[in-house]
C-alpha cells in the first residue's frame, strides 16, 4: 500500500514537473511569430489587415501602433480570439492620424500578462488615389473590334483597359503617359462598361468608365454536319491528341478536340500575347493574304452536328483565306516571331509580336521560313498554307492579336481605321 502511494506521489510530482517545464519552455523559449506583417508595408487609403499570430504561446492581448516622429498613433489593440491564431482588422490611416509619408508600424504582443514581444515593419502610407488624365479614347468600339487609350498619370502606377470581363495592360511610353490597346470579346454585352483602372505602388485604385459605346457586331451561325468526314478527319483527330485514343468513337475524339484542345489552345495564346515589346515594331495598314478568296469570317457561332444531332459547338475567331494550294504568306506587318510550332487544332502556327501587345497568327501552315526571334519585315515569307491542325482544306487561318485575345482582323486591314482610331494612341 505503502508503494501504491509512493507512486502516485511520483506520477503527481512528474506531472507538475512536465506541466511548469512546458509552460516555461512556452514564455522562454517558444517566441511567437507574426505571419502577415509584409501587409503593413504599403498602406493604403484603406486596407484589410490579417496577421497570423504562430505559434500562440500564451498570447492573449495584440496591440498595433505606428510612429512617425515624435507621434504614437493606436492602429489597433485587442484580444487573440480563443482557439483562433489570427487578428483581423480595417487600417484606415487618414482616420487613424496617420500623415502620408514614411512611419513605422510596431506589432506588439503580451503574453502571460507579463511578457512581450514587438516586431517594426518600415512602412508608407499613400491616402492619394492616383489621378488619370485621358487624352485619348475611341468614341465607339465594335464587339470584337480593337481601340486604344492613350492616359497621363499623377504618379506611376499600373494602369490597365477592363471591359468584358478581360484586362488589357499598358504600357509607359514616358513622361507618366501610359497606352493600351485592347480588345471588346465577342460575347460583350452593348450595355457593359469599358473602364480605365490604374493602381499605385500601395494598392490605391481609380476607376474611370471611358463612355465608349461597344456597338453590336452581327456574326453568322453555321451548321456543319460531320458524317461523311471520318475518313479524313480521324487521322487528324488523333494526330492532334496524340497517344492511344483507339477506345473513343468519332464523336467523341472531334468533342474532346473541338473543346479541350481548343481552350487549351487559346490558353496558350493568351501566355504569348501577354508577352510583347514595350515598343511600336509596325507600320500602316496589315495586310491580306494576296489573291484570297474569304471562306470564313471572325466571329462566326459553329454548330456541328453529325446525323442531323449537335455533338459540339465553337467560334471561329479569325478568318480563312483561300488562295492556291500551298501559298506563299507574308508577314502582315513587321516584328519579331515570338511562336513558331505546332498549335493543336491550329496546326504549324507562327506568331508574330508588333509591340504594345498587338500580334498576328498564321495558322494551318506546311511549314515555316523562320523561327522564333527573327525580326521579319512586312510582306516577308513566313510560310506556306496547307491542312494541318483542324483544317477541312488548305486555307490560311489569320488572327490579330490584342493582349493574347484574338480581335477581327478586318479593321487592321483598313488604312482609314488605322489613322483614325489607333494612331491617335501613339500621338504626342
Given at each position: 500500500?505503502?508503494g ?27 517566441k ?17 489587415i490579417?496577421?497570423i ?14 510612429l ?14 480563443k ?14 492620424g ?18 512581450k514581444d ?29 481601340g ?12 490597365f ?21 485592347f ?36 456574326f ?27 477506345e ?12 479541350e484542345?481548343r481552350?487549351?489552345?487559346?490558353k ?15 507600320r500602316?495598314?496589315f ?27 465553337s ?12 501559298a506563299?504568306?507574308?508577314?502582315a ?22 509591340g ?5 497568327l ?13 525580326k ?15 483544317a ?32 491617335p494612341?501613339?500621338?504626342?
Amino acid at each position: 500500500m505503502q508503494g501504491i502511494k509512493k507512486l502516485i506521489r511520483t506520477v503527481v510530482f512528474l506531472a507538475l514537473v512536465g506541466i511548469v517545464g512546458f509552460t516555461l519552455y512556452n514564455l522562454f523559449f517558444l517566441k511567437p511569430k507574426v505571419e502577415g506583417l509584409s501587409s503593413l508595408e504599403k498602406l493604403p487609403k484603406k486596407k484589410e489587415i490579417s496577421l497570423i499570430i504562430s505559434p500562440r504561446a500564451y498570447v492573449d492581448k495584440v496591440r498595433v501602433y505606428a510612429l512617425q516622429g515624435s507621434r504614437e498613433v493606436l492602429l489597433f489593440e485587442g484580444s487573440l480570439p480563443k482557439r483562433v491564431n489570427e487578428v483581423r482588422f480595417t487600417l484606415e490611416p487618414r482616420k487613424a492620424g496617420l500623415k502620408d509619408g514614411d512611419a513605422k508600424i510596431i506589432v506588439e504582443l503580451r503574453r502571460f500578462y507579463l511578457l512581450k514581444d514587438s516586431f517594426e515593419v518600415s512602412a508608407k502610407v499613400d491616402t492619394q488615389p492616383p489621378r488619370v488624365q485621358l487624352l485619348y479614347a475611341p468614341y465607339v468600339i465594335l464587339q470584337g473590334g480593337s481601340g486604344g487609350i492613350r492616359a497621363k498619370l499623377s504618379e506611376p502606377a499600373d494602369l490597365f483597359v477592363e471591359v468584358g470581363g478581360r484586362r488589357f495592360r499598358s504600357y509607359d511610353v514616358g513622361n507618366g503617359v501610359r497606352i493600351a490597346l485592347f480588345g471588346v470579346p465577342v460575347d460583350t454585352s452593348t450595355r457593359d462598361v469599358v473602364k480605365v483602372v490604374a493602381i499605385d505602388e500601395v494598392g490605391n485604385r481609380t476607376v474611370i468608365p471611358l463612355g465608349t459605346g461597344i456597338k453590336r457586331n452581327h456574326f453568322k451561325s453555321m451548321r456543319i454536319e460531320l458524317r461523311g468526314k471520318e475518313r479524313i478527319m480521324i487521322p487528324k483527330l488523333k494526330t492532334i491528341l496524340g497517344g492511344d485514343n483507339e477506345e473513343l468513337s468519332f464523336v467523341e475524339l472531334f468533342k474532346k478536340v473541338n473543346e479541350e484542345v481548343r481552350r487549351e489552345n487559346e490558353k496558350k495564346i493568351a501566355q504569348i500575347g501577354s508577352k510583347s515589346a514595350g515598343q511600336r515594331l509596325w507600320r500602316g495598314r496589315f495586310l491580306q493574304l494576296r489573291n484570297s478568296k474569304v471562306i470564313s469570317r471572325y466571329g462566326e457561332k459553329r454548330t456541328y452536328t453529325y446525323g442531323g444531332r449537335v455533338v459540339s459547338r465553337s467560334r471561329h475567331m479569325g478568318y480563312d483565306l483561300a488562295s492556291v494550294k500551298n501559298a506563299k504568306v507574308p508577314a502582315a506587318n513587321s516584328g519579331v516571331v515570338v511562336f513558331a510550332g505546332d498549335l493543336g487544332i491550329y496546326g504549324n502556327t507562327v506568331i508574330i509580336d508588333h509591340g504594345y501587345g498587338l500580334m498576328s497568327l498564321y495558322a494551318h501552315l506546311a511549314d515555316f521560313r523562320v523561327k522564333v526571334g527573327d525580326k521579319v519585315r512586312k510582306g516577308q515569307v513566313i510560310g506556306y498554307t496547307d491542312t494541318t491542325g483542324l483544317a477541312f482544306g488548305d486555307h490560311l487561318h489569320f488572327g490579330v492579336l490584342v493582349g493574347g485575345y484574338e480581335v477581327t482582323p478586318l479593321e487592321w486591314w483598313d488604312r482609314k481605321w488605322i489613322r483614325t482610331r489607333i494612331e491617335p494612341v501613339f500621338s504626342d
